[in-house]
């Protein structure tokens, strides 16, 4: 017998529930309850039912802190009971933190969530959402019903249509939505569900309560440029960085830094610079959905986004910062004639000094950044302006002040290189 946790916090939105489901497929009668561990938030996406129950740890934080929480939990599990602890997660200092505790005498071991993505799963997998198996897919839905309302003009707070109204507008676009086409498109609360992901991933507004409930497609940012709408200070650096050809690539970035290291613990000692991007990217491509679903952006299919661009940054990157480590354990930068070195770790506070690159990029270029505009920089550098994003921008500037690489000049009230 095993005692499982899973680690939902860094899955993809609406994958939550199949990533569960091929987990307990394997769990063998008598096992140990499952504990699914999530933000808050999550638990409104998978619910509780039959063999799983959900722990909550709070609000996204900094990703330390939330790697640190899930280890005290693993930790707590372990010394509770006489069965053996495994923890399924996606994240990388997780699952460094419980080859850690196993050191320590513990029983415990980590798997990454990867080997049971949808890329790495059979077909024939059981489907365990909310969503109708035997219909199409939602990520296939999701860019109907987005299609569907930017055609019918559905697009921003004053231009919203019924809830009732949206099957009728999606069986004209693609009769698979009529209630008589199969068993699978009269299945309840279809329409409810797909309008439930489409909020949960940013997509729509909703507003009003049944059954006279309301919704929009969010307005994309890119409008507003268009009509001659003053750009935000987060658009201004995101174009910034973007002129230096660093991205920043908020969307996959993380994703990307998490599949670097990764890649390094699995291969210590046998890559180069250019190979371990390369695997890296590839890595985080397979895992990507087959269609992307953009915040205020049209979705695009997965293989329509710019990876030899994403492939091109990360090397830029590990050109110009010494993250890497060489074989005497030294940091270096993988330049031209470094690139086929062979990389065997990575410096301890490598994200940081990834992260704190881009910050003096945009000083150096220019870039208007005042006091309190923490903000502004969390939406450039992450797509958002959460807390745990505005955390992880102050975890950014802190050394920066500290080393004296950066200062704010009182005259002007704005950041300047030191």
């Not at 934080?61 to 495994?86: D, F, M, N, T, Y």
């Not at 050809?245 to 990764?262: C, H, N, S, V, W």
């Amino acid at each position: 017998m095993e005692h499982r946790l899973i680690d939902i916090t860094r899955a993809w939105p609406a994958t939550e529930l199949e990533l569960i489901g091929r987990i307990l497929d394997g769990k063998a009668a008598g096992d140990p309850e499952v504990l699914v561990i999530g933000f808050d938030y999550q638990r409104g996406a998978i619910g509780e039912t039959g063999g799983y129950r959900f722990v909550g740890i709070g609000d996204p934080q900094a990703e330390s802190v939330v790697a640190e929480r899930i280890a005290k939990l693993v930790q707590e599990q372990a010394e509770a009971g006489s069965e053996p602890v495994v923890l399924y997660s996606f994240h990388p200092l997780v699952l460094a933190l419980c080859d850690n505790l196993a050191g320590q005498g513990h029983s415990v071991s980590g798997r990454n969530l990867t080997e049971f993505s949808r890329s790495k799963a059979a077909v024939d997998t059981k489907a365990t959402s909310r969503w109708p198996a035997d219909f199409m897919q939602i990520d296939e839905a999701l860019a109907v019903l987005v299609t569907v309302l930017q055609e019918k003009g559905h697009v921003g707070r004053d231009k919203p249509v019924f809830k009732t109204e949206i099957r009728k507008l999606l069986q004209r676009a693609d009769i698979r939505f009529d209630k008589n086409h199969s068993k699978a498109s009269g299945s309840q609360n279809l329409i409810s569900e797909l309008v439930n992901q489409a909020a949960a991933r940013g997509l729509i507004d909703v507003a009003g309560k049944e059954p006279r409930i309301v919704l929009w497609l969010r307005e994309p940012k890119s409008v507003q440029a268009e009509i001659g709408e003053e750009r935000t200070p987060s658009q201004e650096y995101v174009n910034i960085l973007m002129s230096s050809g660093l991205g920043p690539f908020a969307d996959f970035r993380t994703q990307l830094y998490d599949m670097i290291e990764l890649t390094v613990h699995d291969n210590a000692g046998k890559l180069g610079r250019t190979e371990l991007v390369k695997r890296a990217v590839a890595g985080v491509r397979e895992q990507a959905p087959d269609l992307l679903l953009r915040p205020r952006r049209k979705p695009i299919p997965r293989d329509s986004y710019p990876w030899n661009k994403l492939r091109v940054f990360a090397g830029e990157l590990l050109e110009k910062v010494p993250v890497l480590l060489n074989e005497a354990g030294q940091p270096f930068c993988a330049s031209w004639g470094t690139a086929f070195d062979k990389v065997h770790g990575l410096t301890e506070d490598w994200r940081n000094q990834l992260e704190s690159f881009l910050v003096l990029e945009l000083v150096r270029k220019g870039a208007v950044i005042r006091s309190g505009q923490a903000e502004d920089l969390a939406g450039a550098l992450f797509a958002n302006r959460s807390e745990e994003s505005v955390v992880r921008v102050e975890e950014i500037l802190q050394p920066l002040f500290e080393k004296g690489r950066l200062r704010f000049d009182p005259d002007t009230d704005t950041l300047c290189l030191a």
